[in-house]
């Protein structure tokens, strides 16, 4: 099947800082991919959806300025939590839908943990 | 507001028994319902996906059913088996968006 590799795994940061994501599909394209953040015990929730050549549709409630998404290819999407929080601590995943097929079938990355100290 | 509620506890069963696992959704009418499985620290794994005019799919020892009256969705593991431990979340989906909206899981424990 698909594969959707994301890095790093997990991540450790100072506050203040700011780190980023990144999700490849490895064996297909993509000209969507999603970013979802999950807490504990937690459903995924959406955060954005990354469109290949242009900007990134966010989620209401979801700063923009605070999770910057790059779509620069279609196997490619980064998203830099700039000026981490602690609250920003959770687990991101990426998922994506290979081209030409519907987005009814999603291939998830492993997630980051993050952890902003 | 959407909402999907699966056991907030966890289902713990016995090697070799049948697991049922529910989802239900309200103020939603998904054309889709996905069931994902999801292990620690790690991202879901599609297992099905059923649509609005399906009753029932089936794949392997898997089974999910689709009562759109009810709001419903069944997810039977049959002849379970400790390898089977993990969370399964559903999602629902519609047509012409990309968005799916997950359930915040069942965490199913098959004990030898």
């Known amino acids: 099947g698909a594969v959707v590799s994301q890095h790093p795994s997990w991540v450790i940061c100072k506050s203040g800082t700011s780190v980023k994501i990144e999700c490849r599909s490895l064996d297909f394209q993509a000209t969507t991919m999603f970013w979802y953040r999950q807490f504990p015990k937690q459903s995924l929730m959406l955060m954005a959806t990354s469109n290949e050549g242009s900007k990134a549709t966010y989620e209401q409630g979801v700063e923009k300025d605070k999770f910057l998404i790059n779509h620069a290819s279609l196997t490619l999407s980064t998203l830099t939590v700039t000026s981490a929080h602690p609250e920003d601590s959770s687990f991101y995943i990426c998922?994506?839908?290979?081209?030409?097929?519907?987005?009814?079938?999603?291939?998830f990355g492993s997630g980051t943990q993050l952890s902003v100290l | 507001s959407q909402k999907i509620e699966q056991n907030s506890e966890a289902l713990n069963i016995q090697e070799g028994k049948t697991a049922t696992l529910t989802c239900n959704y309200t103020n939603y009418s998904p054309a889709y319902l996905q069931w994902y499985r999801q292990d620690p620290g790690r991202g879901p794994v599609f297992l099905l996906l059923?649509?609005?005019?399906?009753k029932e799919k089936r794949k392997e020892r898997l089974k999910v059913t689709f009562d759109t009256t009810l709001k419903q969705s069944l997810f039977h593991i049959t002849a379970s088996q400790p390898a089977d431990s993990a969370t399964y979340l559903c999602a629902l989906g519609n047509r012409g968006t990309d968005k799916l909206i997950f359930g915040t899981g069942t965490r199913l424990q098959v004990f030898p």
């Open positions: 998922s994506a839908s290979p081209l030409g097929q519907s987005n009814e079938k999603l291939f």
């Open positions: 059923i649509r609005e005019n399906e």
